[in-house]
């Protein structure tokens, strides 16, 4: 019995890899929104744009505070939590990478301490 000469490789499975690879790539890439107050965010390899409507809580540089786009203090922050659900309600924070940490830290204590769970930091891809 004489052997079969291998001439030529077999592609087809190699494109039926590559096409599910790129149908799995283009379904889960997502785009990060921008917002309207200007904000340095850090950046975190794993950075994916949320899709769901949130609170937002923007914290700048200089350490000034908005929520949903209004400037507010420390205390108005605290005020204006009271009034939501922190079951239903998700909050996103976007924190500019300049911003003292403080000024972070104390933002999520208070979300903690009203009882959010729900919340996510909105980071960018550095590619």
Known sequence: MKARRFDQINVLPFIDIMLVLLVVVLTTASFVAKGTIP????????????????????????GEIYFQ????????????????????????IKSDAKSRFQNFVSVIDLLKAKGFDKISIETVNPK
């Not at 786009?69 to 909050?91: F, H, N, R, V």
């Open 39 to 62: 904000v340095d965010l850090p950046k975190a390899s794993g950075a994916k744009a949320s899709v769901k409507k949130m609170k937002t809580i923007v914290i700048k540089s200089d």
């Open 69 to 92: 786009d209004k400037k507010s203090s420390l205390k108005e922050l605290k005020t204006i939590l009271l009034k939501l659900d922190p079951k239903k309600d998700a909050i996103l």
